[in-house]
Every structure is written in structure tokens, then in C-alpha cells.
């Protein structure tokens, strides 16, 4: 009886021993014996996407995701400088009309298939045709030669919506772009483009796959079955608004050097549900930090401000009759005290802004942008407040409504993440010193973005953080046909200097095109500029090998977690 005791304790051990071994305790193990935890970063870089179509996403939150999940022709490395990507090299013709990129070998998509220079030229003409509804279209493209061709032009209506010009089909044909074979693609600009380069890095212009794109449609990028992309990750998971999960792609080129299994994008939209999971260790970076909680983390090494280059502003629906008086914009524009906002509700996390374009915009001579800029002087004297005010009142008088009588109630619209709310009710206050009535409308931001680039809003909370250093990558934002125009700004004038700017060859002459823009955008108000951005995080001091660029992106790529 004793020996069958011994036996059975035996078997049970044995037994204890086995199970223990195939790690039913950690869920990232992978179940053989002695394997590693798989290594997982969970960040919040923002809520639910609009979209994960790298056509039609305009949002930096989007472009982070994307960024993981596709790679362009060219990259962005940790320095800011251009690198290769998907192509190993690239190079310009002397008249610097025809850039001709050479793609590496053995590309493939996500799913195993290949990969070639006929999948770029299909992408690129994809986001000229006009059912594709890119907002970076024109942005993007038309430095290539054809643009306008390929693109179309659309119908013209007068104020009764009667046809006075009938629309123009695009014919993509006519765009520039050829694959010449499978790993080389040849693009002819129709006037010399010093960053194009950085063009062919941008997120709009990774590459898709044709055929998951004709089969599927739109519904393409809404499920990991059918998204299929090129980047060092690939989608296992999308779970509305709770997570997007991408896992390491074992076909990306350089997959040896990716040291993570997995990326959870945890899609929180509050910043105190995000902070609350960072607290409690759910996640190891939170782009959006509690506001109230600034002050407590000054001096925290996990706590980050970094600048970045792009302008926080304020969209007046110029389609709407009381916004169409350029004094009445310059008024709202002027009752604005830019250095309380920046200073005290912004915690001095951003900068006052006095120009549409600040620090960090590269003038065509290399020099910062910002000091070229109205005679080196700010279009608005953020410490002359008590004037500025004084001035908009007058403005409000001259454009018939004194102390604001007889002018409309108006909603501002935002969306409910950092400083927003706060500076909505600012609004206001301060635009009540013009007799104005100000209601606020939260909007959910997924409904957002869209409401605003459909111009379904009057007023609302915009911002702009640069895609490359280029001036003309902002100052685009107004022209009149532009896809990210969401005031619905139109000034011939202001267009003519941006065209100038587009075709000339002569830099001092595209210089100047381009100041004169933003003189005129200033002096038109065509937008209220409000302050300049810096970004703010919290990181998880085990996180590392990971960057941050001055265009607001995170790169999780190439992180490892040491624990």
C-alpha cells in the first residue's frame, strides 16, 4: 500500500511538472518549454481612427498607427533625416525634373505575395482620382506632372446650385508616375521639388494593394482579414474603440531588427482613463496627459515635452454669410489673449502665436521661416492684448454690429481631449467682450474630423502639425480646392502667391510668393492661429531604442522593453 502511495505521488509530480512546463500561467508564452514571454508595448496614441486608409487619413493619431503597419518608398530616421525604405536608393535628374527610385529586393506584402513598383504607381494614382476623395491629393501630388489632368476638375455651381461649368473627368493616365519594371519607378515633376523626398516618406503615399482594395472596397481597412500592408507590423486585431493590436510582420525586409512581438494602440479618447491605465500599469506611454495633472509631474523623468512643428488654430466657416466680412474674422482673431491661453489654461505647454507659421518651418534658404515673417515681427502682439481688444470691438462697429447687437448666437465645436474644453470656454468669455453668444458643442472625434472637412460647424478647433519642414505644406492648407481646407477659405489672391510658389524655379522668387501668402492670410484672417504646439507624454522609463519626430510621431518600431 506504501509503494502504490509512493508511485501515485510520483505520477502526480511528474504530472505538476508537465504542466508547468507548457507555461499555462503566462499568456505570453508561446507554449513550448523554455520559450520567452513574448514582448508586447501597449501605448495610447489617441482614439478610434477615422480611418486607417493611408489615402484618406489627415490625423497624426491615424498617421502613428499607420506609420507601424506601411512603409513608403523613403523613411524618417530617429535624426529626421531621409533614409531608405521600401527603396534602397533614389536619385534626381541634374534639371531635378525626374526622380527615379530603385525598390529593394524581394518585397512582399503582408499576406506573402510580392511586392513591386506597379503597386506605388497604382497607390500614388489612386489618391488623384477624384471617387478616392484624398484629402492630401493635391498636397501630395502636384508636384508631378499631369496633376490637374489626372485629377479632373469638378462641376461649378452659382448661389441657386445651377451647373454654370460642367465637371472635367480625370484621366490618371496623364500623371506622371511609370513603373519601369518591377523594382524601379519613375516620376516626372513639372517643376524642380527640393522635398519631394520627403513627400515619397509621407504616410498618403504608402503603398496599398490593388486587388484587396478592388475586392473589398472601402470595408479594406476596417478589418485585419483584409488589411493587407507592407510595414515592419501587420493588423491582428481591431476592436472598436478598445484596441488595435499589430504583430510583428515576418516579410518586412528588415524583420531582424524589430526586437517586439506585438504593439497594443489602446484607443482611449479620455485623458484621465488613459492616465488611470498608466497609473496602474495597463500601459507604458499616454500621449494624452490630464491637464490638471501637468503641474504634479514637472520634474519626472517619464514625463516628456518635446516641440514640434505645427499651429494650434481656429476655423471661421467662411461659407457662412456673418463670416464672410473679413473684419468680423479679424475681430474674433483680435479678442483673443494668445498669451493667457498658451500661458495659464495651456500651462505654458504650448507657445503664443502671433504668425500661422511658427518655429521650425524651413525657408528656401535654410534659414527658420518664422524670422523671415512679416519684417521679423508678429502679424499679432501677443502681449498687447488691451489694444488688440480695443481694436476688435472697433472692427465689430465698422462691420454693423456694436457690441455685437444683432449678431447671431454661434456654436464653437471641439472635441473633448487636452486643453480643448478649456479653451472652448474661454471662447466664450472672450469673445462675449464683443457682445458675442458662444455655444459650445463637444463632438465625439470620430464624427469630428469629418464634420469639420465637410464644413458642417461654424466655428471649431483645428491645428496643423507638419508633414515635412516645408512652409508650403501649411500655407496649402488655405488654398481654395485644398482637401484639408476645412474653413472653406477662397481668396484668388492668397491661391495666386501659392501657385507662384508651386512652379517657379527661382528660390528667392518662391520665398517671397510664399511670405506674400501669409500676408494676405493674415491680414484676411482667414484662420485665428492661437499658439504653437509642443507635444506632451508620459514613458515608461523600460521602454527603449524608441524616438520621437518633429512632426509628431511616435516610432514604437524599433523599441525594446527591458524590464
Known amino acids: 500500500m506504501k509503494k502504490r502511495l509512493i508511485v501515485l505521488m510520483l505520477a502526480l509530480a511528474m504530472l505538476v511538472v508537465q504542466l508547468s512546463a507548457c507555461g499555462g500561467g503566462n499568456s505570453g508564452d508561446s507554449g513550448d518549454s523554455g520559450a520567452a514571454a513574448e514582448k508586447q508595448l501597449v501605448v495610447q496614441v489617441g482614439p478610434n481612427p477615422e480611418t486607417l486608409d493611408p489615402a484618406l487619413n489627415s490625423a497624426v493619431d491615424g498617421a502613428n498607427t499607420i506609420l507601424h503597419l506601411f512603409e513608403g518608398l523613403l523613411i524618417v530616421d530617429k535624426d529626421g533625416q531621409l533614409a531608405p525604405g521600401q527603396a534602397e536608393s533614389w536619385e534626381t535628374s541634374e534639371d531635378g525634373l525626374t526622380w527615379t527610385f530603385h525598390l529593394r529586393d524581394g518585397l512582399k506584402w503582408s499576406d506573402g505575395s510580392d511586392l513591386t513598383a506597379k503597386d506605388f504607381e497604382y497607390s500614388w494614382k489612386r489618391i488623384a482620382a477624384a471617387e478616392t476623395a484624398a484629402p492630401y491629393a493635391e498636397t501630395v501630388l502636384s508636384p508631378i506632372k499631369g496633376f490637374e489632368e489626372a485629377a479632373g476638375t469638378p462641376a461649378e455651381t452659382d448661389e441657386e446650385g445651377n451647373v454654370t461649368k460642367e465637371a472635367i473627368p480625370g484621366n490618371l493616365d496623364a500623371l506622371a508616375i511609370k513603373a519601369v519594371d518591377d523594382k524601379t519607378l519613375e516620376v516626372q515633376l513639372s517643376a524642380p521639388c527640393t522635398f519631394f523626398g520627403s513627400l515619397a516618406a509621407f504616410a498618403t503615399m504608402m503603398p496599398v494593394q490593388q486587388a484587396t482594395i478592388e475586392k473589398n472596397g472601402d470595408a479594406w481597412a476596417t478589418s485585419p482579414e483584409t488589411y493587407i500592408s507592407n510595414g515592419p507590423f501587420k493588423m491582428s486585431e481591431w476592436e472598436q474603440g478598445s484596441h488595435i493590436t499589430v504583430v510583428k510582420n515576418p516579410d518586412y525586409w528588415d524583420a531582424d531588427s524589430i526586437k517586439l512581438d506585438s504593439i497594443k494602440f489602446m484607443l482611449i479618447e479620455d485623458a484621465n482613463a488613459a492616465y488611470s491605465a498608466y497609473q496602474n500599469g495597463e500601459v507604458s506611454f499616454i500621449k494624452d496627459v490630464p491637464t490638471e495633472e501637468i503641474p504634479s509631474l514637472e520634474g519626472n523623468e517619464e514625463f516628456h515635452v518635446d516641440p514640434i512643428i505645427g499651429t494650434y488654430y481656429l476655423n471661421l466657416n467662411c461659407n457662412m454669410d456673418v463670416f464672410k466680412d473679413a473684419k468680423v474674422r479679424k475681430a474674433l482673431s483680435l479678442a483673443i489673449d494668445r498669451k493667457y491661453v498658451a500661458e495659464t489654461i495651456m500651462q505654458?505647454?504650448?507657445?503664443?502665436?502671433?504668425?500661422?507659421?511658427?518655429?521650425?518651418?524651413?525657408?528656401?534658404?535654410?534659414?527658420?521661416?518664422?524670422?523671415?515673417?512679416?519684417?521679423?515681427?508678429?502679424?499679432?502682439?501677443?502681449?498687447?492684448?488691451?489694444?488688440?481688444?480695443?481694436?476688435?470691438?472697433?472692427?465689430?462697429?465698422?462691420?454693423?454690429?456694436?457690441?455685437?447687437?444683432?449678431?447671431?448666437?454661434?456654436?464653437?465645436?471641439?472635441?473633448?481631449?487636452?486643453?480643448?474644453?478649456?479653451?472652448?470656454?474661454?471662447?466664450?468669455?472672450?469673445?462675449?467682450?464683443?457682445?458675442?453668444?458662444?455655444?459650445?458643442?463637444?463632438?465625439?472625434?470620430?464624427?469630428?474630423?469629418?464634420?469639420?472637412?465637410?464644413?458642417?460647424?461654424?466655428?471649431?478647433?483645428?491645428?496643423?502639425?507638419?508633414?515635412?519642414?516645408?512652409?508650403?505644406?501649411?500655407?496649402?492648407?488655405?488654398?481654395?480646392?485644398?482637401?484639408?481646407?476645412?474653413?472653406?477659405?477662397?481668396?484668388?489672391?492668397?491661391?495666386?502667391?501659392?501657385?507662384?510658389?508651386?512652379?517657379?524655379?527661382?528660390?528667392?522668387?518662391?520665398?517671397?510668393?510664399?511670405?506674400?501668402?501669409?500676408?494676405?492670410?493674415?491680414?484676411?484672417?482667414?484662420?485665428?492661429?492661437?499658439?504653437?504646439?509642443?507635444?506632451?507624454?508620459?514613458?515608461?522609463?523600460?521602454?527603449?531604442?524608441?524616438?520621437?519626430?518633429?512632426?509628431?510621431?511616435?516610432?514604437?518600431?524599433?523599441?525594446?522593453?527591458?524590464?
Open 348 to 563: 505654458g505647454t504650448y507657445t503664443a502665436a502671433g504668425n500661422f507659421m511658427g518655429p521650425g518651418w524651413k525657408d528656401t534658404d535654410g534659414s527658420e521661416f518664422l524670422d523671415n515673417s512679416n519684417g521679423g515681427k508678429p502679424y499679432i502682439n501677443v502681449d498687447n492684448f488691451e489694444a488688440d481688444l480695443a481694436e476688435a470691438k472697433k472692427l465689430m462697429e465698422e462691420a454693423g454690429y456694436p457690441g455685437g447687437q444683432g449678431f447671431p448666437e454661434i456654436t464653437y465645436s471641439t472635441n473633448d481631449t487636452g486643453y480643448h474644453k478649456a479653451v472652448a470656454e474661454y471662447l466664450q468669455q472672450a469673445w462675449g467682450e464683443l457682445g458675442i453668444n458662444v455655444k459650445v458643442d463637444i463632438v465625439e472625434w470620430a464624427s469630428f474630423t469629418p464634420m469639420r472637412r465637410n464644413g458642417e460647424y461654424e466655428t471649431a478647433r483645428n491645428g496643423w502639425v507638419g508633414d515635412y519642414d516645408d512652409p508650403s505644406n501649411m500655407l496649402d492648407l488655405l488654398y481654395s480646392s485644398n482637401g484639408n481646407n476645412d474653413g472653406k477659405y477662397n481668396n484668388p489672391k492668397y491661391d495666386e502667391q501659392m501657385d507662384i510658389a508651386r512652379s517657379t524655379t527661382d528660390l528667392k522668387k518662391r520665398s517671397d510668393a510664399l511670405h506674400k501668402a501669409e500676408d494676405i492670410l493674415m491680414e484676411d484672417a482667414g484662420c485665428v492661429p492661437v499658439a504653437y504646439y509642443n507635444d506632451f507624454w508620459l514613458q515608461s522609463s523600460k521602454i527603449d531604442g524608441m524616438w520621437h519626430s518633429p512632426y509628431g510621431y511616435w516610432y514604437f518600431m524599433y523599441a525594446d522593453i527591458n524590464e
